[in-house]
Structure formats: structure tokens, C-alpha cells
């Protein structure tokens, strides 16, 4: 980057929420004349209704301030403070600690259900950190018709062809695992793994 003078984006949005000790460092770490702008949210850690982040823009702060005074200088003010005094107080490391553990654990369990319901040949990402998992189907399982199959049952998943041109994750679907995995997730993703099955006897 700096050798050929070409700015990054970082994304940071899942970087607090990384389970091993010491976390992976980002490419912010390294930048030593600007050229990153690291870009960060309480989205994934907080509530995604608070729709506050922060960019840490090297040489490119100040074009960062212009750009957010003319989009969106009205954010509230309090919420800013409020959150600037829990991150001061040392509550919100706390709070990552506790998300951190509970994520860790809910993808385990996850992963369990999927690979004991989820057809033969299914796998299934081990994520080091946030609570997406990223489940790999047959090759003729269509992720498109198993999410409306899924949503006509009150079940929501991604397909995964959301995430890339072209077919190369047409089988693939990801799954998110925030919530709390009590009987009525896990019955979801026993009649997930079920749709699943079906529409691979239907290809048959």
C-alpha cells in the first residue's frame, strides 16, 4: 500500500468479538504512513439500532469528517456520550468478554445440530470469531430454493449466492447463531437439514 501509494479499507465490524487470546492483529497495526482506513461499528457488539461506528482514517481524516458532516451530521449526541462513557469505564471489554464466551459456544452448538441433521456431505465452517456460520451443502442443494422452502416455514437463512457473482456458492448458505439456541432454534435447524433432504431427492 504504501510502497504504491493505495488506500485500504478495513473492515473491523466483527474484529471485538474474535475468541482467542491474543486477538489476530488488524492491518491498521501496520500502517505506518496512513494509507488504511480502519472502519469500525457497535452494530454486531452493542444494538444494531444505534447505527454508530468509527473510522480511524489516517491521512484521510479530514476528507472522512467532510463526507460525515454532509451525509449524516444529525446522529444523537447522547447515545455518542453514552456509549463513549461505557467504553471509558472499562464495561465494554467486560461486555465483549461475555459475548465473546456466549458466541463461542452457540456456534459450537450449532455446528453440532448441522452436522447431525444436515445432509451427508454438509459442512460447515469453524469460525475464530462472531456468530455467523457459513454451512457448505451438496453441490445439488439450490441455497435459493432452500431459503424460500425455509421462509415459507417462519425460518430465515441466507443464501449463499448473496455474496458472490455467479453460481460458486449456490450450494452454500449461512447461518446466524446470535440468538438465544433455545428448542424452537434447534427444531428450525432439524427442519432446515429436513427441506435440505428433500431437495435433494428432488433432483434425484
Not at 12 to 20: I, S, T
Not at 65 to 94: C, D, M, N, P
Not at 165 to 184: A, M, N, T, W
Request: one cysteine or more; glycine letters at 8%.
Amino acid at each position: 500500500m504504501q510502497q504504491h501509494r493505495t488506500p485500504l479499507i478495513e473492515d473491523l465490524v466483527y474484529a471485538d468479538l474474535q475468541f482467542r487470546e491474543p486477538p489476530a492483529p488488524c492491518v491498521k497495526a501496520f500502517d505506518r504512513e496512513g494509507w488504511v482506513l480502519a472502519c469500525g461499528s457497535f452494530s454486531k457488539t452493542l444494538a444494531p439500532d444505534y447505527r454508530l461506528g468509527w473510522i480511524a482514517g489516517g491521512r484521510f481524516n479530514e476528507a472522512v469528517r467532510q463526507w460525515k458532516f454532509r451525509t449524516s451530521a444529525a446522529e444523537s449526541l447522547i447515545l455518542s456520550e453514552a456509549v463513549g462513557a461505557f467504553l471509558q469505564s472499562g464495561g465494554y471489554e467486560h461486555h465483549l468478554s461475555t459475548l465473546r464466551r456466549l458466541y463461542s459456544t452457540q456456534i459450537a452448538t450449532v455446528r453440532g445440530l448441522v452436522a447431525r441433521h444436515f445432509p451427508d456431505g454438509t459442512r460447515a465452517t469453524q469460525p475464530v470469531g462472531g456468530f455467523v456460520l457459513w454451512v457448505e451443502l451438496p453441490s445439488c442443494v439450490d441455497s435459493v430454493e432452500l431459503f424460500h422452502a425455509a421462509l415459507a416455514e417462519g425460518i430465515l437463512i441466507m443464501p449463499g449466492q448473496l455474496y458472490a457473482k455467479g453460481p460458486r456458492y449456490r450450494h452454500c448458505v449461512r447461518l446466524s447463531c446470535c440468538q438465544e439456541i433455545d428448542e424452537r432454534f434447534a427444531n428450525a435447524i432439524r427442519r432446515l437439514g429436513s427441506l435440505a433432504q428433500r431437495l435433494m431427492t428432488q433432483v434425484r
